[in-house]
């Protein structure tokens, strides 16, 4: 009697079978990784081509962050120091310091320094720090003790879980908004934390969005 199937049929099982092995592999690889700090790029701490100490700057002479970050208030962008907002003190101070040649060159030429980007969304993504900012959400939340750090790395995951997860508890962030600066204030508790919390997002109207559309625009 004839086969009923071409031959090839006998091994398609199989096939199927190593087929649906390679697929659930690559997911749980490509799952993996979507969860390490490579991807997330926790850790990453470029070098810059000017040494800029936050510690120094920012503990030990108490510059604001919104001297250097000057639109973080009104704009979607904390915006990068211009060379002119460096010059403003550095006409006057170690402004013949071998480490600042870069900054005065710069200023020389009009020319930008290259300063390497650390925070980096991707283009699909939009993100408003007046917003956050506006609303009580410290600079502490997304860019860790920055204050402290005497190279910037990169603190947070800043994945979209990540964000969701603060959009759907803001209440975990927001702070006193006289704070919002001090990178050195926390709550008393977690608890109190929790408390205050609510209340200033019940007080404000925090409602932030956790459909797509608030970030994929």
Same mark, same amino acid.
């Given at each position: 009697?004839?086969? %009923?199937?071409?031959?090839?049929?006998?091994?398609?099982?199989?096939?199927?079978?190593?087929?649906?092995?390679?697929?659930?592999?690559?997911?749980?690889?490509?799952?993996? @990784?979507?969860?390490?700090?490579? @991807?997330?790029?926790?850790?990453?701490?470029? %070098?810059?081509?000017?040494?800029? =100490?936050?510690?120094?700057?920012?503990?030990?002479?108490?510059?604001?962050?919104? @001297?250097?970050?000057?639109?973080?208030?009104?704009?979607?962008?904390?915006?990068?120091?211009?060379?002119?907002?460096?010059?403003?003190?550095?006409?006057?101070?170690?402004?013949?310091?071998?480490?600042?040649?870069?900054?005065?060159?710069?200023?020389?030429?009009?020319?930008? %320094?290259?300063?390497?980007?650390?925070?980096?969304?991707?283009?699909?993504?939009?993100?408003?720090?007046? %917003?956050?900012?506006?609303?009580?959400?410290?600079?502490?939340?997304?860019?860790?003790?920055?204050?402290?750090?005497?190279?910037?790395?990169?603190?947070?995951?800043?994945?979209?879980?990540?964000?969701?997860?603060?959009?759907?508890?803001?209440?975990?962030?927001?702070?006193?908004? =006289?704070?919002? @600066?001090?990178?050195?204030?926390?709550?008393?508790?977690?608890?109190?934390?929790?408390?205050?919390?609510?209340?200033?997002?019940?007080?404000?109207?925090?409602?932030?969005?956790?459909?797509?559309?608030?970030?994929?625009?």
């Amino acid at each position: 009697m004839a086969n %009923i199937f071409p031959t090839w049929t006998k091994w398609l099982p199989l096939k199927l079978v190593i087929a649906m092995l390679c697929l659930g592999t690559m997911t749980a690889v490509a799952v993996t @990784y979507y969860f390490t700090p490579k @991807y997330t790029r926790v850790g990453y701490q470029p %070098i810059q081509p000017v040494s800029f =100490d936050h510690s120094l700057h920012v503990n030990q002479l108490g510059i604001d962050c919104r @001297y250097c970050h000057q639109s973080v208030e009104v704009s979607g962008t904390s915006s990068v120091p211009s060379t002119q907002t460096c010059m403003t003190c550095h006409t006057q101070i170690k402004k013949q310091s071998p480490k600042l040649e870069i900054v005065r060159s710069s200023w020389a030429t009009g020319e930008s %320094i290259p300063w390497v980007k650390i925070h980096k969304a991707p283009d699909y993504v939009y993100f408003n720090h007046a %917003i956050h900012v506006n609303s009580g959400v410290s600079c502490y939340s997304c860019h860790g003790q920055i204050n402290q750090m005497e190279v910037v790395w990169h603190d947070q995951p800043q994945s979209m879980g990540w964000c969701l997860e603060c959009h759907r508890h803001p209440e975990g962030n927001v702070r006193p908004k =006289d704070q919002v @600066y001090n990178m050195d204030w926390r709550a008393e508790s977690p608890s109190v934390q929790r408390k205050e919390g609510q209340k200033f997002v019940k007080e404000w109207n925090i409602n932030p969005p956790v459909n797509c559309a608030a970030c994929h625009r």
